[in-house]
Each structure stands twice: as C-alpha cells, then as structure tokens.
C-alpha cells in the first residue's frame, strides 16, 4: 500500500513506473468517474483482496454511440480522488484519450455472440468499446484481478468472456449491484434524472422482483417471465421501456420456452432523456 493519498498518474509512462516496485497481487477497479458508493463497494473488495489497488478513471469516447451523451457524462477528478483516498486507494490512473489511444490506433476487439443481444442491440459498438478499453487497461496495469459490478450485467459477462477467450491472466470478479433504499442501482446516471423521473425509476427493480416472484413459484417459461416484467413497467407512465428480456445466464441467448437453468432477467428503459438499466439472476439454489 502506497498511502493513504492515491498517487494520481497520467500517462502510460507514470503508470509503468507507479507499478514497477507495486507489491502484488494488483487488483484493479476500471471505471468512468462520477464515483458514488457503489464504486466505492468495488474498491473496498478490491482493497480487501490485493496488496495493492488501482482505480482508473476515464470516460472511455469509444464506447458512446452519440458525441451528445459522452459530452453529458458527468467529471468530477476531483470528488473522485476523495472517495479513492477514503477508500485507501494507491493509484488513480487518470488519462487523457491520447494516452489510452495513441495516434494511430487501429486495434480493437470485437468480443462475439455474447455482445450481440441486449444492451449490444441497442447499442451498436457499445461492447466493441468497451472490450477495447478493458483489454488496454488490463495490458498497462496487468493485474492480478479486475472488479466490475453485476449491474452492468452483460458488460460483467462481456468482459470474463474477453479474459478467458485471450487468456488474459487477470480473474474477472463480480460485485453485487449496490442499490438506494428505494431499490434502484446506483449509477452515475441517476444525478440527471428529474425529481419526478427520480421518483419513478425504482419501477425498475419492482418489475425485476415480479420475475423473482414467479420463479419462486415455479414458473420458468421465458415468456410468462418477461411478461410479468413488462407488466410492471408498462404501469409507470414516465418509463418508456426500451427491452425486457430473459436470457440464458451463460450465453446470454433469449429463452423462448422453459429455462433450463439460471437465467439473467434485465431490462432498459427511458425516463425522459435518461436511459436506466438493471438486472437479476434467478437460479435454483
């Protein structure tokens, strides 16, 4: 552990030597700022796991769609390096885009099937982005595990994928979705919605506790369980839904019939000019 300030780096080349006398393991905590608690959850697994802990904060241009959300996304390095040094962090990686893509780049990864559906759908080059940003990151830190949250579902599953499909040697950890007393997932998207969108958007957990609620039953047909999803959010007029899907927990391949194992209920939608999304795993225990 470095001390109880984060050593802020900018460059590659500051990285490399951050990390040359680092003790190991090295557990890394990608993220895109705007830091809040359920960030902060990653880190403290991550600190609790490794000798040494690093958070890189970079609002990755690749993985936007439209230069008007990625001109929206919050910056806040400042609160940032606050919350990393309250959580003991040794290293923030803070770079500019040139510094993760160098002039030039032409490299990229495509991360497959697994990127096609859900959130790869709606968002075209979306996983190619950020299989691209991941893949950079890991090379320049080479950590020994890397923390992600299980909120961004697919992005968790995109991502183990990537390391295993590679033979990346860094262990892809998962971390619980961390939630306001009300139910919805903490995101950094949150802070834009309007009092009344705020006020609407926990309809996104509920409609995921309607799909629990018929698993525990004993219902498993993919359809019935979307519908129960679908039910739920077509009640909250502020939500327009975007998809709703039960999927193979695995491959992520939508279940049309009976499921035949754990699968992974997830769903996007608009509250005004914000886009929330969550997920649950519904398994047999």
């Given at each position: 552990m470095i001390g109880a300030i984060p050593l802020v780096v900018r460059s590659r080349e500051e990285l490399r030597t951050a990390l040359t006398d680092a003790s190991r393991p090295v557990g890394l905590v990608p993220t895109m700022g705007a830091l809040h608690e359920g960030h902060a959850s990653l880190i403290r697994r991550a600190r609790a796991e490794n000798a040494t802990v690093v958070v890189s904060v970079f609002v990755n241009p690749t993985q936007f769609e439209t230069p008007s959300d990625l001109t929206a996304y919050p910056r806040s390095l400042d609160p940032d390096v606050a919350l990393c040094a309250a959580e003991a962090v040794d290293i923030v990686f803070a770079p500019a885009v040139d510094e993760v893509y160098p002039p030039g780049t032409g490299t990229s990864v495509h991360p497959g099937p697994i990127a096609e559906g859900l959130e790869g759908a709606a968002r075209p080059g979306h996983f190619v982005g950020v299989a691209t940003v991941v893949a950079i990151l890991l090379g320049l830190v080479g950590p020994e595990r890397a923390y992600f949250g299980e909120k961004d579902g697919q992005q968790l599953r995109v991502v183990a994928r990537m390391a295993f499909d590679l033979g990346m040697p860094t262990a892809v950890v998962g971390c619980p979705t961390v939630r306001e007393r009300d139910g919805l997932a903490m995101s950094s998207r949150n802070a834009r919605l309007t009092a009344e969108d705020r006020a609407a958007a926990p309809v996104l957990?509920?409609?995921?506790?309607?799909?629990?609620?018929?698993?525990?039953?004993?219902?498993?047909?993919?359809t019935a369980l979307r519908d129960a999803m679908r039910t739920v959010l077509a009640a909250e007029p502020r939500a327009t839904i975007d998809y709703v899907s039960v999927a193979d927990d695995g491959d992520l391949r939508e279940i049309g019939g009976r499921a035949a194992g754990a699968v992974l209920c997830s769903l996007a939608a608009w509250f005004g000019d914000v886009r929330l999304i969550d997920n649950e795993t519904l398994a047999d225990r």
């Open positions: 957990r509920s409609a995921l506790l309607a799909a629990r609620a018929q698993w525990l039953t004993g219902e498993r047909d993919g």
